[in-house]
C-alpha cells in the first residue's frame, strides 16, 4: 500500500503566500511523477502542476510565473510554492504520487486526502 499525505494549506490574503508539502510512502519501487490537482465543489479536479522525476515540470497556465513545484526524490516528497494568491486559488489541493512497483511494471496512482487553500479578496 502507498501513503500519500499533504500539509500546508490554509487561510491567506490575496497576494501572500503558501506552501504545500506532499510525502509519499509505503510499498514502491519508484515513484515516477507527482503533482498537486485542485478541486472547487461542482468542478472537475484539475491539473495545477507536475513534476517527473527527472526535474521536468509542467504547469497549468493560469499558475504560470506564481507557483513553483519542486521535488526531493530521497525522501519521495513534492512542494508546491503558491505566491501572489488569488481568490481564484480557493480550492481543496490533492497530490497524487505515481508510482511502480516492478522494473517496468505499470504504474498506479495514489492520491493524498487533500488540503484546503482559501485566499481572501
Known amino acids: 500500500q502507498v501513503q500519500v499525505v499533504e500539509s500546508g494549506g490554509g487561510l491567506v490574503q490575496a497576494g501572500g503566500s503558501l506552501r504545500l508539502s506532499c510525502a509519499a510512502s509505503?510499498?514502491?519501487?519508484?515513484?515516477?511523477?507527482m503533482g498537486w490537482n485542485r478541486q472547487v465543489p461542482g468542478k472537475q479536479r484539475e491539473l495545477v502542476a507536475s513534476?517527473?522525476?527527472?526535474?521536468?515540470?509542467y504547469y497549468e497556465d493560469s499558475v504560470k510565473g506564481r507557483f513553483t513545484i519542486s521535488r526531493d526524490n530521497a525522501n519521495n516528497t513534492v512542494y508546491l510554492q503558491m505566491n501572489s494568491l488569488k481568490p481564484e486559488d480557493t480550492a481543496a489541493y490533492y497530490c497524487?504520487?505515481?508510482?511502480?512497483?516492478?522494473?517496468?511494471?505499470?504504474?498506479?496512482?495514489?492520491w493524498g486526502q487533500g488540503t484546503q487553500v482559501t485566499v481572501s479578496s
Open positions: 497524487n504520487a505515481d508510482v511502480t512497483r516492478l522494473v517496468d511494471g505499470p504504474e498506479f496512482r495514489y
Open positions: 509505503g510499498s514502491f519501487l519508484r515513484i515516477n511523477g
Open positions: 513534476i517527473r522525476s527527472g526535474g521536468s515540470a
